[in-house]
């Protein structure tokens, strides 16, 4: 029912050969799925709980799946942040509410099930936290030793300590995460490990599903989808999922697929701001937002590709912006989410500002990561706890 096909030149290969780019030419996969030969209709989809695995007609992975009750994720309305914008239909998407605080659970869920049905025996991936802490928690769930690869004092503590609880064996390299994944595909290439990066083609098909819960929610697509983008994998997932289900006649038209990265951290920006074919990797990638401090998207050919092919966009927004919105929609709307997260929120509010947003657009941004990934952060920017006495006069006094 399904093939793993090049992007670039759509060499085909089969779906339980484990390979992660063409042999051809080095470019990326994606699975392709025989979609005449899927037998499922909307009603059926919408008798089943909403969850990653509502949608199992178009995932890979056949039998029962190594999952921790992923997705579902709540949709909020951002009255107060949307009024402010004159955007009176912008929504979070909060993907912080997955199992281990993050969209990552979504396609651990199918590329470690996906580990299992290929026969592999070890699981390894780097990562900037989130990655490492969902592998670590679905391996731990697979009975699987997992290996992952962090860039030496660039992860939040809270992602470092999920990795440590779950078992996994991690290992800090003096580096960025460019260089990580580079080191990481070695040795699973050389030493028969399962990658489980983003470049793994069926770890993306998970993720594609925040789109199809973000349409069930609403009622109706949205007119446009904003992501954070690091490694580019969530946005180009979400598009393909998109496709699939118009082509599968659920859906009569696409959202504009907007990007948003930090300032500190954007290849995929300068792209297609100038309209580039390829991106030119960021060498020194710095943002105060770790989740996408990435240099060089491995997702980059298929993020383009979405962004334009749906007339949307891509904009950089500093770290005053995104810790600014992190606070904002804390104290504005009561959703904690990791500097990342606000990423995809203080982009829209810059392009509002810009006057590059029509006042009647539905927009969803997805918030990727729960606050409590990076606490340092968090406490660094607020004013610190008072202590007093024990005493009732003490509180008064603190109080006023």
Same mark, same amino acid.
């Given at each position: 029912?399904?093939?793993?096909?090049?992007?670039?030149?759509?060499?085909?290969?089969?779906?339980?050969?484990?390979?992660?780019?063409?042999?051809?030419?080095?470019?990326?996969?994606?699975?392709?799925?025989? /979609?005449?030969?899927?037998?499922?209709?909307? $009603?059926?989809?919408?008798?089943?709980?909403?969850?990653?695995?509502?949608?199992?007609?178009?995932?890979?992975?056949?039998? +029962?799946?190594?999952?921790?009750? +992923?997705?579902?994720?709540?949709?909020?309305?951002?009255?107060?942040?949307?009024?402010? /914008?004159?955007?009176?239909?912008?929504?979070?998407?909060?993907?912080?509410?997955?199992?281990?605080?993050?969209?990552? $659970?979504?396609?651990?869920?199918?590329?470690?099930?996906? @580990?299992?049905?290929?026969?592999?025996?070890?699981? %390894?991936?780097?990562?900037?936290?989130?990655?490492?802490?969902?592998?670590?928690?679905?391996?731990?769930? %697979?009975?699987?030793?997992?290996?992952? /690869?962090?860039?030496?004092?660039?992860?939040?503590?809270?992602?470092?300590?999920? @990795?440590?609880?779950?078992?996994?064996?991690?290992?800090?390299?003096?580096?960025?995460?460019?260089?990580?994944?580079?080191?990481?595909?070695?040795?699973?290439?050389?030493?028969?490990?399962?990658?489980?990066?983003?470049?793994?083609?069926?770890?993306?098909?998970?993720?594609?599903?925040?789109?199809?819960?973000?349409?069930?929610? /609403?009622?109706?697509?949205?007119?446009?989808?904003?992501?954070?983008?690091?490694?580019?994998?969530?946005?180009? %997932?979400?598009?393909?999922?998109?496709?699939?289900?118009?082509?599968?006649?659920?859906? $009569?038209?696409?959202?504009?697929?907007?990007?948003?990265?930090?300032?500190?951290?954007?290849?995929?920006?300068?792209?297609?701001?100038?309209?580039?074919?390829?991106?030119?990797?960021?060498?020194?990638? +710095?943002?105060?937002?770790?989740?996408?401090?990435?240099?060089?998207?491995?997702?980059?050919?298929?993020?383009?590709?979405?962004?334009?092919?749906?007339?949307?966009?891509?904009?950089?927004?500093?770290?005053?912006?995104?810790?600014?919105?992190?606070?904002?929609? @804390?104290?504005? +709307?009561?959703?904690?989410?990791?500097?990342?997260?606000?990423?995809?929120?203080?982009?829209?509010?810059?392009?509002?500002?810009?006057?590059?947003?029509?006042?009647?657009?539905?927009?969803?941004?997805?918030?990727?990561?729960?606050?409590?990934?990076?606490?340092?952060?968090?406490?660094?920017?607020?004013?610190?706890?008072?202590?007093?006495?024990?005493?009732?006069?003490?509180?008064?006094?603190?109080?006023?």
């Amino acid at each position: 029912m399904y093939r793993l096909v090049c992007v670039h030149c759509a060499a085909t290969y089969a779906p339980d050969q484990i390979i992660y780019t063409c042999k051809h030419c080095g470019h990326l996969l994606t699975v392709e799925y025989d /979609l005449d030969g899927i037998d499922v209709s909307r $009603d059926e989809w919408d008798r089943r709980p909403l969850s990653v695995w509502r949608y199992r007609e178009i995932l890979p992975v056949q039998g +029962e799946p190594v999952s921790l009750q +992923e997705g579902g994720t709540p949709l909020y309305h951002l009255e107060k942040i949307g009024k402010e /914008l004159g955007l009176p239909e912008l929504y979070a998407k909060h993907e912080g509410m997955n199992p281990t605080g993050s969209f990552k $659970d979504r396609g651990m869920t199918v590329g470690v099930s996906m @580990a299992r049905q290929l026969g592999m025996t070890s699981v %390894a991936c780097a990562s900037t936290g989130n990655t490492s802490a969902s592998l670590a928690a679905y391996a731990a769930k %697979a009975s699987i030793p997992c290996v992952v /690869l962090l860039p030496a004092g660039k992860v939040a503590l809270g992602k470092v300590a999920q @990795a440590l609880m779950h078992g996994a064996r991690v290992i800090s390299i003096r580096g960025n995460f460019d260089r990580a994944l580079e080191m990481v595909h070695e040795l699973c290439i050389s030493h028969g490990l399962y990658l489980l990066n983003s470049v793994n083609p069926y770890r993306l098909e998970g993720q594609k599903t925040i789109g199809f819960e973000a349409i069930d929610q /609403l009622g109706d697509v949205p007119d446009r989808i904003v992501l954070p983008v690091g490694n580019a994998g969530n946005i180009s %997932a979400v598009y393909k999922g998109l496709r699939e289900l118009e082509a599968l006649g659920f859906i $009569d038209r696409l959202p504009m697929m907007t990007g948003i990265q930090a300032a500190g951290s954007q290849p995929v920006v300068k792209a297609i701001e100038q309209n580039l074919d390829e991106l030119v990797p960021e060498p020194a990638p +710095e943002t105060v937002a770790t989740a996408i401090r990435i240099g060089a998207p491995v997702n980059a050919e298929k993020a383009l590709v979405a962004i334009r092919a749906t007339g949307g966009t891509a904009a950089a927004v500093t770290d005053d912006e995104i810790l600014r919105m992190q606070q904002d929609l @804390a104290r504005m +709307e009561g959703i904690g989410v990791e500097p990342a997260s606000a990423a995809s929120v203080a982009g829209i509010r810059k392009l509002a500002e810009q006057g590059l947003i029509d006042k009647d657009e539905r927009i969803v941004c997805v918030v990727t990561g729960h606050l409590l990934k990076d606490p340092e952060t968090v406490v660094q920017q607020c004013e610190p706890p008072i202590e007093i006495d024990a005493d009732l006069h003490s509180l008064l006094s603190a109080l006023r």
